[in-house]
């Protein structure tokens, strides 16, 4: 099955900087990417997804890359604000079984004022 | 709109004791699944359902059990609590289809002594 690894576990930024989490995945069958992001004592909520025809995606302060032939894709964070901080996970979903979802162990993200 | 409802939030068992974890979604949506969420392990899949009667196991799905009579609804039953089941719980569902997009509850803290 799916195996998708996500490095830092845990990042610490000054407010106004940029974070970076990158993922791993090992299924070449997989085609969508979704991250996840987990507020203290909420479900996580999808705040971005890229899927494999498309090689970076934007939505205004974050932004997803993918390189299919690494196998990896990132999240970038920039200009990071207080509420930022919060717990992100990765997600990687191999084509045909769209409810399969396998995520990442997640990277608790902390943005000091 | 209420989305994804879990109760309870909170829970403590003895071991050997048995629970149900409720789920219900009033977004009509086909596909429901129960993830458990432990400290450095994310999110792990215990059981999905693609529609009302169909339910299949996900990636730890021991000591667990599920049943979908409605569209609505999709409850966790646990038959005999054990100490290595005290996790976060959470239900999400999803449209079938392409968009993937999973929709979360705010989960169940359950602890079993």
């Known amino acids: 099955g799916e195996n998708v690894e996500q490095h830092p576990s845990t990042l610490s930024v000054q407010e106004g900087d940029s974070a970076v989490i990158k993922c791993t995945y090992s299924?070449?069958?997989?085609?969508?990417f979704p991250w996840y992001k987990q507020e203290l004592g909420k479900g996580p909520q999808l705040i971005i997804d890229?899927?494999?025809?498309?090689g970076e995606k934007k939505d205004q302060r974050i932004a997803v890359t993918l390189n299919k032939t690494a196998k990896h894709f990132s999240l970038h964070i920039t200009e990071t604000q207080p509420e930022d901080s919060a717990v992100y996970f990765c997600?990687?979903?191999?084509?045909?079984?769209?409810?399969?979802?396998?995520f990442g162990t997640g990277t608790k993200l902390q943005v000091i004022p | 709109n209420a989305g994804v409802t879990q109760t309870p939030k909170f829970q403590v068992l003895k071991t050997g004791q048995s629970m149900t974890l409720q789920c219900a979604q009033d977004?009509?949506?086909?596909?429901m699944s129960w993830y458990r969420q432990d400290p450095g392990m994310g999110l792990r899949l215990i059981h999905y359902?693609?529609?009302?009667?169909?339910?299949d196991q996900g990636e730890v799905p021991n000591g667990y059990n599920v049943s979908r009579s409605t569209t609505e609804d999709f409850p966790l039953r646990l038959l005999s609590a054990a100490p290595s089941q005290t996790s976060v719980y959470f239900c999400?569902?999803?449209?079938?289809?392409?968009?993937?997009?999973?929709?979360f509850g705010e989960g169940s803290r359950l602890t079993v002594l």
């Open positions: 999400a569902s999803s449209y079938e289809g392409v968009a993937g997009e999973l929709f």
């Open positions: 299924d070449s069958a997989s085609n969508y």
């Open positions: 890229i899927r494999s025809n498309v």
């Open positions: 997600a990687a979903r191999p084509s045909g079984g769209y409810q399969k979802v396998t």
């Open positions: 977004m009509n949506h086909e596909y």
């Open positions: 359902s693609v529609g009302a009667g169909i339910t």
